[in-house]
């Protein structure tokens, strides 16, 4: 009933607001009274909290920001003197504390990011309650926009498409089926409290119907704490397209262009940009309008997203959701604006206007051409996008520019936390043409460089050069569609183990007798005094933990100082030299036909190379005699943790058999759960860890009997 209430009150609003767009008159708001910011707290982590800290400081505004025990260390707690210790993890979500901690630290105002409490309304309220002012959109917005089935309410009645769906009261597993029957399959089922991804599953028939509620309900119950559904038509081919909007408390809201992030894993994003490929411009005109309208009908203030989906068959767009917040891609629209939305959200807050009118904001889109922005995960995009964390043990990026930016929470050494969003970095290029723009994504990932944990850098370089992508022709299931262009391996050339021998060699060299923490690997003698031969075996990382280990044999002859003849199968490159600056990591050999330039990475016996704008990781395979010399664990009988990890269930006890694929364990990273499933068939011989251990990536999860041969 309130809600009705509620939508007809905003629908007026609209009306009034379509009769001249940028303008809202309400009355409500006073004259202007400007409350400048001088000293802000951040309440969140990683690049964003930098990059809110970025525009505070070029406005002299000071910054206290906030930091948890595994945070101590990282680039935003350091970013200023005034530093606050939660302590626990997950002490970035407790509202009431870091609203003390502001007031305590005399800050006029909270900047959420995005993410923990962004969209939290009850955190929003209290800020203001606290004389706090919440720089984001006032508490009722946040609270009608947080319910996907509420804001479609509102929307329809404000005369915003929405995907026909159910999304009322009853959530009787048969009425929920006959609604899906009525809106015909397939159907997307979505918790309404939903976000990132979760929550969310497609049912194809009526069959599968109960089965897709529970695992749905499942999800949202563990990720929201409620598992409230909606139904909705599902779109086979859409896109994602989105709007950048901007209110102030005058009335102004604006559209500042739109994003196309269709280039999705999970249903969450790795891709964005700006304009949208190919979209008519009576479309685009059209989205923005209807962006404008939703927020109008939520007496909108400051940053926020509208998402619509696209549907690519009849060219028609429906609203999904709005997201109360800047965005993770936001630089995308700042590259095509030539605006800081941060600064905008700062004024907007203090109680100024707008900066630009909506011509105006055209006018600077049509000038300034296409922007790009790539999400750098630490993940495996081969093992189904699997997050991963860790040390970053080198970590080199392309060089910024006006139009190349890098927004990252990291340098090198800090450590990737299982605990929070596995996101490295935003990498974000413009150039005059969406082309333009693609090409120079490309180039500059290929000079991306980070070792330590996996990372899908690899993979966006393939979708900057798949045709389909670079034509335009993008999908919110491009990646499933393009799977084999996608995960076709590339086999490293004989140069790549050339190298990665000569790295292994030279580098001992360098760093022999002056590191005191160095020790020498088995597989080696001396090599300097006197000339020497040396063999190594190498072998591919299997990218998906798969791989057949056939290792590659390289023969090294030491024939002068920096000279080498190197032996790989039967191929030889006689005299080579090769020199090794360890402050750059970076391998320089001439070869007879070529001179290669190597970052070599080496940590313990796996070896990362970049060459050539490709990563390669390659595994330095010890002899047998060696492992038992090292006392290191055949591991062979064992199943291990992918990544670092805790562990919630042991779904398996010593002594059971299991079928291949059967589920042996469920591990949490990066709070994800993910199943551990059995690679074969076999007897357990031992649990090794059971609920509640914290395990590294590497460590044996379950023990498998000897097989009887
Ligand atoms: P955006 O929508 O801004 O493009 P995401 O959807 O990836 O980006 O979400 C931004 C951040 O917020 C991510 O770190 C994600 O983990 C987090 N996030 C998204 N939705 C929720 C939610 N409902 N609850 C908590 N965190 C969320
Ligand atoms: P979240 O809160 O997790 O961001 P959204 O409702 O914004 O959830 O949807 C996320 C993604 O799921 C979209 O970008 C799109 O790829 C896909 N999606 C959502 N609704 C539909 C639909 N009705 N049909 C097809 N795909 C959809
Ligand atoms: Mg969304």
């Given at each position: 009933m309130r809600a009705i209430q509620k939508s007809r009150h905003l629908s007026r609003h609209v009306l009034k607001a379509n009769v001249s767009p940028h303008i809202r008159h309400n009355s409500a708001v006073a004259a202007t009274t400007i409350k400048p910011l001088?000293?802000?707290?951040?309440?969140?982590?990683?690049?964003?909290?930098?990059?809110?800290?970025?525009?505070?400081?070029?406005?002299?505004?000071?910054?206290?920001?906030?930091?948890?025990?595994?945070?101590?260390?990282?680039?935003?707690?350091?970013?200023?003197?005034?530093?606050?210790?939660?302590?626990?993890?997950?002490?970035?979500?407790?509202?009431?504390?870091?609203?003390?901690?502001?007031?305590?630290?005399?800050?006029?105002?909270?900047?959420?990011?995005?993410?923990?409490?962004?969209?939290?309304?009850?955190?929003?309220?209290?800020?203001?309650?606290?004389?706090?002012?919440?720089?984001?959109?006032?508490?009722?917005?946040?609270?009608?926009?947080?319910?996907?089935?509420?804001?479609?309410?509102?929307?329809?009645?404000?005369?915003?498409?929405?995907?026909?769906?159910?999304?009322?009261?009853?959530?009787?597993?048969?009425?929920l089926k006959d609604e899906a029957a009525k809106i015909g399959y397939p159907v997307l089922l979505k918790a309404v409290k939903g976000g990132g991804g979760k929550g969310m599953r497609i049912v194809n028939?009526?069959?599968?119907?109960?089965?897709?509620?529970?695992?749905?309900?499942?999800?949202?119950?563990?990720?929201?704490?409620?598992?409230?559904?909606?139904?909705?038509?599902?779109?086979?081919?859409?896109?994602?397209?989105?709007?950048?909007?901007?209110?102030?408390?005058?009335?102004?809201?604006?559209?500042?262009?739109?994003?196309?992030?269709?280039?999705?894993?999970?249903?969450?994003?790795?891709?964005?940009?700006?304009?949208?490929?190919?979209?008519?411009?009576?479309?685009?005109?059209?989205?923005w309008e209807k962006a404008r309208a939703a927020a109008l009908a939520v007496n909108y203030e400051g940053a926020g997203t509208v998402e619509f989906i696209f549907d690519n068959e009849t060219g028609e767009f429906f609203f999904m959701e709005?997201?109360?917040?800047?965005?993770?891609?936001?630089?995308?629209?700042?590259?095509?604006?030539?605006?800081?939305?941060?600064?905008?959200?700062?004024?907007?807050a203090e109680g100024g206007r707008l900066p630009l009118t909506q011509?105006?904001?055209?006018?600077?889109?049509?000038?300034?051409?296409?922007?790009?922005?790539?999400?750098?995960?630490?993940?495996?995009?081969?093992?189904?996008?699997?997050?991963?964390?860790?040390?970053?043990?080198?970590?080199?990026?392309?060089?910024?520019?006006?139009?190349?930016?890098?927004?990252?929470?990291?340098?090198?050494?800090?450590?990737?936390?299982?605990?929070?969003?596995p996101m490295i970095a935003k990498l974000i290029v413009q150039g005059p043409t969406r082309e333009a723009a693609i090409q120079k994504l490309r180039a500059a990932l290929e000079e991306y460089e980070v070792a330590g944990p996996i990372t899908n850098i690899e993979f966006l370089k393939k979708i900057c050069v798949s045709r389909d992508f670079v034509a335009g022709d993008v999908e919110t299931g491009y990646i499933q569609k393009h799977h084999a262009e996608l995960f076709t391996p590339e086999p490293p050339a004989p140069e790549v183990y050339a190298q990665a021998a000569l790295g292994i060699a030279l580098q001992e060299i360098s760093t022999a007798g002056s590191d005191p923490f160095y020790t020498p690997p088995v597989t080696t003698a001396g090599f300097g005094t006197g000339y020497q031969h040396r063999?190594?075996?190498?072998?591919?990382?299997?990218?998906?933990?798969?791989?057949?280990?056939?290792?590659?044999?390289?023969?090294?002859?030491?024939?002068?100082?920096?000279?080498?003849?190197?032996?790989?199968?039967?191929?030889?490159?006689?005299?080579?030299?090769?020199?090794?600056?360890?402050?750059?990591?970076?391998?320089?050999?001439?070869?007879?036909?070529?001179?290669?330039?190597?970052?070599?990475?080496?940590?313990?016996?796996?070896?990362?190379?970049?060459?050539?704008?490709?990563?390669?990781?390659?595994?330095?395979?010890?002899?047998?005699w060696a492992e038992k010399a090292l006392g290191i664990k055949d591991v062979t009988n064992s199943v291990l943790a992918p990544m670092p990890c805790k562990v919630l269930r042991v779904e398996v006890e010593a002594g059971d058999v299991v079928k291949k694929d059967q589920p042996l364990v469920v591990i949490e990273s990066m709070k994800m759960e993910t199943v551990i499933r059995s690679p074969h068939e076999g007897t357990i011989a031992k649990v090794v860890h059971g609920a509640g251990d914290l395990c590294k990536a590497g460590t044996a999860l379950v023990e498998f009997e000897e097989e009887e041969k």
């Open positions: 001088t000293s802000i707290l951040i309440a969140n982590r990683g690049e964003i909290a930098l990059r809110v800290g970025r525009t505070a400081a070029e406005y002299g505004i000071r910054t206290t920001t906030l930091y948890t025990d595994p945070d101590a260390h990282s680039q935003h707690a350091l970013s200023s003197p005034y530093a606050i210790n939660l302590g626990d993890p997950s002490a970035y979500l407790d509202g009431d504390r870091i609203i003390r901690i502001a007031k305590e630290q005399g800050c006029q105002g909270i900047h959420p990011g995005y993410g923990f409490l962004s969209e939290n309304p009850t955190f929003a309220r209290k800020c203001t309650e606290a004389g706090l002012t919440f720089i984001g959109p006032p508490s009722s917005a946040i609270e009608a926009m947080g319910s996907k089935s509420e804001s479609k309410n509102i929307m329809t009645a404000a005369g915003v498409p929405c995907i026909p769906g159910y999304h009322g009261q009853s959530q009787e597993p048969e009425y028939t009526s069959e599968e119907f109960f089965d897709q509620l529970n695992s749905a309900k499942s999800e949202a119950r563990n990720s929201f704490g409620d598992e409230v559904m909606l139904v909705e038509k599902y779109i086979t081919t859409p896109r994602h397209i989105e709007v950048q909007v901007f209110a102030d408390k005058y009335g102004n809201c604006v559209a500042l262009g739109e994003r196309d992030c269709s280039i999705q894993r999970r249903h969450q994003k790795i891709l964005e940009e700006s304009p949208a490929p190919h979209l008519k411009e009576e479309i685009r005109q059209d989205i709005m997201n109360t917040r800047l965005q993770v891609e936001h630089p995308v629209t700042e590259m095509v604006t030539g605006e800081d939305l941060v600064r905008w959200q700062l004024i907007v011509a105006e904001i055209e006018q600077r889109i049509k000038e300034r051409g296409a922007a790009i922005e790539a999400r750098i995960y630490a993940e495996n995009p081969d093992m189904n996008f699997i997050p991963d964390s860790g040390f970053l043990t080198h970590l080199r990026t392309p060089k910024p520019t006006p139009t190349v930016r890098i927004d990252a929470g990291f340098v090198a050494g800090d450590e990737v936390s299982s605990h929070y969003d063999k190594y075996d190498l072998v591919e990382v299997p990218a998906d933990g798969k791989g057949d280990n056939t290792s590659t044999s390289v023969s090294i002859l030491q024939t002068a100082p920096a000279n080498f003849d190197i032996t790989i199968g039967d191929q030889t490159y006689q005299n080579v030299t090769s020199t090794f600056a360890p402050s750059t990591n970076t391998l320089t050999t001439f070869y007879p036909h070529t001179r290669l330039s190597t970052t070599f990475v080496r940590s313990s016996d796996l070896l990362t190379l970049f060459q050539q704008g490709k990563q390669y990781r390659l595994q330095l395979a010890l002899p047998k």
